[in-house]
């Protein structure tokens, strides 16, 4: 079955708006076992949604259309597809009534553009929203369905999981489950030199399974995706022999983020955790507590952006700043220390680094940070140079510091040495107490 | 000048990786007056790359290319090419050599994968690439130039700066400057509304100007695009009416974020910033930080994640967390002026939830979040209740909460009062002392 999705919209057009709904649906089919084989965004051109419409139902047997089924003027989709389709738009009484329904529910008078989102194609399928005003509906167009959803993400993502994963399974039963993705999360290392350590691996890979990268920075990911059945037993030690190459560049497994992956080691272990954050702002707090249940283990984090924060709230001594400076071993082993004395936690982790793009001295030039982890087993700290210029923006500064922390944490919970080697990550200095 | 973009790569159709790159190269373009008319992705597949390439050279004028560039075997847009021009590769010695002298300056050995990213399409031209080892290049496919660019996101943009734009004004100089968008950034009012309340100024819109919304939670922008020369004077008087409907949800203009808008403030105004935050765990403070000169004005951030630490960095009472709970006005009081205290700064402001998806109970339900801004001038404090359900994630929670705490910020610095009407939010308490 060749599946398409027409994304719509000026806005997803014109860059205005990064296009998670695209990528959540071809994410959400994959899991399933379904690709999809191309993807197009049109803008809120009547002309070129129906050329888009009708090109696509020629070359796929299911386009999932997104995004136009709003209450307002730019919102096109159905009478796109009414005239792709050579019909008139109707008024959906059915869908009316849902709508007065739903506005009553929420004590709110229906206002009279939303009217127009219960006008569809005559020959429409109507597919429920249970969670908003934007009618979903299918109508077939040559041999091919399209199945229109709504672009508030929350509205489509149930509509797919409910209404439009059974229609697909229905559709092509036989389909599903022939592709799947095993997920490597590395760190520090570059995607040419992991490329190269896969492709020399002396067992070749098993027919089936191709590979791909993808950076998303600070992190790339090694993708193995099962086109076809593949040998279990092959597969296996084939898996074996790539997380051997990447070395302590493997960061995690099936798993989407450092925060995700520390989050659990933390709840499983039942570790309490004190963040001290200076260059990262916030950042690694940020990414624990976006997780839910992580008031588990993550009692606070002190933000101690200014000098004469790191000594209110850390603790750090006056003249450690003055003699080695608010960048330097010394200050983030009294930053971690003072966090985890302060806030009276099992562990303490502390980030201090110069992000840039303004703020670098020869002898400590942008994108140098340096991370303590402590704990009743010890404490290690290291200064890495991620470097500077093009390459090493401010936010990515910020976004590896975050990562090579949390990596730390991931190490030291698992009873590995906390100072890792990572391949593409220069270590200036590191301490062990 | 009819412009297209095609996007490559398995990870972006797949939705393994979401596709910022186009929109990065959508805006980049519009500021410049060009429009993209169509975005097509397609994967990792010879035919597939072939087909596009084929198709889009047959609509457009020039089809911007973007990524398949890399060393390793996914990447064949350089392949796909060729076939679609009926061409053989060639190597091309003077990007080897470029290549050479880069591994050199680096210290490093040029791997035999890196060989591939200097064969190229016999008649192509070779596009300069400053920062990377993928090569850009530029061919005719009939009408059309198809024009090649990176994937690696500094890459691509040093290229479409330095590179694409000049040869796209040099192509098409009269294009330039038609279409321009002016953005105003709103809170706390429903898109549908929003439609409502601009369709209803008596003043009609401009001849040339549409409007476009765009939810990008907790914000939704409205966008007026000039597509063709529009009557100033008309138009300021237009803009001024559209403001005026928007009223305290209108936030921003032409500024991309609460983050942005407050920092410039703060920047401007010479006062500093101590920030306590429970719910949104560092999320607040990460916003400044990412942009560079945030430590002009903020000491710091108190993550009091658990009781015990806001208690003892904020100084909480004990009492006060006992008699009204940790989401209450007098805790979000005492931890605005605790933090203040702590940090020395002269504006403190403190945000203390329930985010959800537990914790919630009868009489404070996931989605309360209490706010409290303090300054000489003054303290005000709110509780909001931001609702629970499909539609009302931890995530978005937490993002409506640092970016109201962000407004009552904004609207102190401003002289306004901090406790602003957003139609769609609901308060349920509020004080000003």
């Known amino acids: ?22 990528a959540w649906v071809a994410n ?50 159905a009478e796109a597809a009414a005239q792709a389709l050579g019909e008139p738009l109707v008024m959906f009484d059915q869908w009316r009534t849902v709508m007065e329904q739903m506005f009553a529910a929420r004590g709110r008078t229906m206002t009279s553009s939303n009217l127009k989102q219960a006008m569809l194609p005559a020959s429409a399928v109507v597919v429920d929203n249970p969670v908003g005003t934007a009618c979903g509906f299918r109508v077939k167009l040559g041999g091919a369905w399209l199945f229109f959803t709504p672009g508030v993400p929350h509205e489509l993502f ?106 659990s080691l933390l709840v499983e272990r039942g570790e309490t955790l004190a963040l001290a954050e200076s260059c990262t702002g916030g950042m690694v707090a940020d990414q624990l507590v976006t997780l839910a249940g992580s008031s588990a283990y993550l009692l606070g984090s002190l933000v101690t952006y200014s000098n004469s924060a790191k000594q209110s709230q850390c603790g750090v001594k006056a003249e450690t700043l003055e003699q080695f400076g608010a960048v330097s071993l010394e200050t983030v082993a009294e930053m971690a220390q003072g966090a985890r004395r302060a806030l009276g936690s099992d562990v303490g982790v502390s980030i201090s680094g110069i992000a840039g793009p303004d703020g670098g001295t020869e002898e400590k030039p942008v994108g140098t940070v340096c991370f303590c982890v402590c704990s009743d087993r010890g404490h290690w700290s290291q200064t890495l140079a991620f470097g500077s210029g093009a390459n090493r923006s401010r936010t990515l500064v910020r976004k590896l510091s975050a990562a090579v922390a949390l990596d730390m944490l991931r190490r030291l919970l698992l009873g590995l040495d906390p100072i890792a080697d990572y391949p593409f990550l220069k270590r200036v200095d590191a301490r062990r107490l």
Chains 1, 2 share one sequence.
């Open 28 to 77: 959400t089919l994959m899991e399933s076992g379904y690709e999809l084989s191309r993807k197009t965004t049109v803008g809120d051109r009547l002309d070129d949604l129906v050329g888009a419409f009708t090109e696509s139902a020629a070359r796929a047997d299911l386009v999932i259309v997104n995004g136009g089924l709003g209450p307002t003027s730019d919102d096109m989709s």
């Open 158 to 263: 149930r509509m797919v999981k409910e209404q439009l994963l059974p229609f697909l399974i229905d559709q092509d039963p036989l389909n599903g489950g022939t592709v799947k993705v095993h997920k490597l999360l590395t760190l520090g290392q570059a995607e040419s030199a992991m490329a190269n350590e896969i492709d020399d691996i002396p067992m070749s890979c098993p027919e089936g399974v191709t590979i791909g990268y993808r950076a998303s920075m600070p992190h790339i990911e090694v993708k193995l995706f099962h086109r076809a059945r593949v040998d279990e037993a092959q597969w296996q030690a084939y898996l074996a022999e790539v997380k051997s190459a990447l070395g302590d560049s493997l960061v995690g497994e099936n798993q989407k983020s450092m925060g995700e992956i520390v989050h």
């Open 1 to 22: 079955m060749k599946i398409e999705m027409i994304c719509t919209g000026e806005e997803v057009l014109s860059g205005q708006i990064v296009d998670t709904n695209a």
